[in-house]
């Protein structure tokens, strides 16, 4: 038992020592149909963001880097993670930063995809964002989740689609693909199930805390038009619930039949 444990610790130090390594990359990835050049110091973003590695390496839209003083910025407040793990996410805030000038900002929110159409979870870290989703992946075999955590929103031709990121939350759940964006559903804790369809004021007055607001006054602009423009366009609801399938029958029912009943 002693061995084991410490072979445990010997096996998390390296892979910790894995995800720290530091040396310079250049790599192009496809994120939300943009090819986006990160220039990296440590190792974490490269094995994180693997699967999504352009095979044209020649061309980039987006070029991002994190700047020492941000990342010095960044680890003064999370002292406890890694180097690899706070440039990280200094690249991915610059990242999108960067999307709102190509009509896409990025939505805090678990998203589940059924039958090609994608469905986002909305709501205050602990709500039961995982939790609910997880329910419909035992109702649904068929579904998947399209991004656990942090995917982009992305507005073109009149209609919202929902890209997968490498940034899916500490499940690591998602993957590599996309789909049109039928419904917003926000989430709260409650005994009795009961939800109830919100008007587009009442969606962006929850939507405008799960969202990101880039640094650059224009970008804010624009990503507060396209949120404006989401809540017009695609229904959103208010699901109060507990973490019974009754929960998720209403939420099914709201947002694949538009009932509420």
Known sequence: MLYER???SRKALFLVFLTNICYN???????ADLKVKINNKYSFTDKLCADYLSENQDSSDIEVTAGAEEIAKEKALS???????????CLYREICNQMPVRNRF????AVVEFNGAAYAFLGRSGTGK???TGIWLKNLPSAKILNGDKPIIGYADGEFTVYGTPWQGKERLGYNGKAPLKG??????AKKNEIARLSPGQAAERLF???????DPEAVGKTLELCDELVKTVPSYLLKCD??????????????KGETT
């Open 243 to 256: 973490i019974s399938d009754e929960a998720f029958e209403k939420s099914f029912a709201a947002l694949t």
């Open 79 to 89: 002292p406890n993670f890694s180097d690899g793990y706070i440039e990280n996410i």
């Open 209 to 215: 805390v799960q969202i990101l607001l880039p640094d």
């Open 25 to 31: 990359s250049i790599m192009i990835y496809n994120i």
């Open 6 to 8: 410490k072979s445990q």
């Open 106 to 109: 990025l939505l805090h929110s």
């Open 184 to 189: 917003l559903c926000f989430l709260e804790q």
């Open 130 to 132: 995982s939790t609910h």
